[in-house]
Each structure stands twice: as structure tokens, then as C-alpha cells.
């Protein structure tokens, strides 16, 4: 398991960004098996707004697909 990342002053609220494990896409000649990211917000009202939205099935897939990614809330 992933060390909690440290937040940036002013905004203690985060979403985590992961690859679930065994996805397809972390092989290593794509985004490769330590792939992750995080976002920061100064409200926890931000940072769930932005969570509904990042939940959302993206216009830009074919229907019925959906992103493979886990999404976790970081509170202070």
C-alpha cells in the first residue's frame, strides 16, 4: 500500500488517482504499474464536486465502456 501524499498548504483536501491492481493498462510500455496522481482542493465542497464530475462517464468513450480507475477522497 501507497504512503498517504502530503497536501500542499492551503488545501488538505484530495482525490487519489489509481490504477486498480492487474489493470491492463499499467503494463510497462503504457502507463506502467507505479501510475497514479492526485489532485488538491481547499474545501472539502470543492474537492466533491470534482470527484462527482471525474465519476461521470467521459463523452469521449464508446457506450457502455468506463475509465478503470479508483478514485479515493484524502481528508485532512
Known sequence: ??????????????????????DPMSAPHLLGDEWSGTRWFSTAEERDGILESMKRQPAYYRKGDSPSIRLDVINP
Open 1 to 22: 500500500m501507497k504512503s498517504k501524499p502530503t497536501a500542499p498548504k492551503g488545501k488538505p483536501y484530495g482525490i487519489s488517482v489509481e490504477l486498480p491492481q492487474g
